[in-house]
């Protein structure tokens, strides 16, 4: 079996958790961290000293790649078992449908803190995936945050997250 986990800064601990609770024993493991790229223009040309003038999407680039590595060093870790780190850069959304190919389950955050369902590229991919996809329910409610308590105010879902202190 193979296990694709995307990996997002700000969704990745439940990712990860969900992977390591739903893949079997040996099952294949790639944790896919896609970056999108600062821009899409050409390359810059060399001047007529023969350098090449300072990029700074190049540079964030490179500072997003790196980013993405100390994601996957962490996600590693927290899995706790051998796995493969990819580093895909393009369009976030088509690269983790690329990369999912061939896989057998796709395990991904389902909205983040979005109380109105998921953003533009988890809904491409959610629509797109060549595999069954596992979409995990991050943000209130889940370990890394406070627990959800019934509450009828205007929030649309009927549900806050527990303030300490406060009157439920």
Do not use: F, N, Q
Request: proline share 13%.
């Amino acid at each position: 079996m193979s296990v694709v986990v995307w990996i997002s800064p700000s969704t990745w601990p439940a990712c990860v958790d969900a992977a390591r609770c739903h893949a079997p024993p040996g099952a294949e493991i790639v944790l896919l961290h896609a970056v999108e790229p600062a821009s899409h223009a050409a390359p810059a040309h060399p001047d007529r000293t023969g350098r090449a003038p300072y990029d700074p999407d190049a540079r964030l680039d490179e500072l997003a790649a790196a980013s993405g590595e100390g994601l996957l060093r962490a996600a590693a870790r927290r899995l706790g078992r051998p796995c493969t780190a990819r580093v895909r850069v393009g369009r976030v959304e088509r690269e983790v449908v690329a990369a999912a190919v061939g896989a057998d389950l796709l395990v991904l955050a389902r909205g983040g803190d979005r109380p109105h369902g998921p953003d533009r590229a988890t809904r491409y991919v959610l629509d797109h995936a060549p595999c069954p996809v596992l979409p995990v329910r991050t943000g209130p409610g889940t370990p890394e945050h406070r627990p959800l308590v019934p509450h009828r105010g205007t929030h649309p879902i009927g549900w806050r997250a527990a303030t300490p202190g406060a009157p439920g």
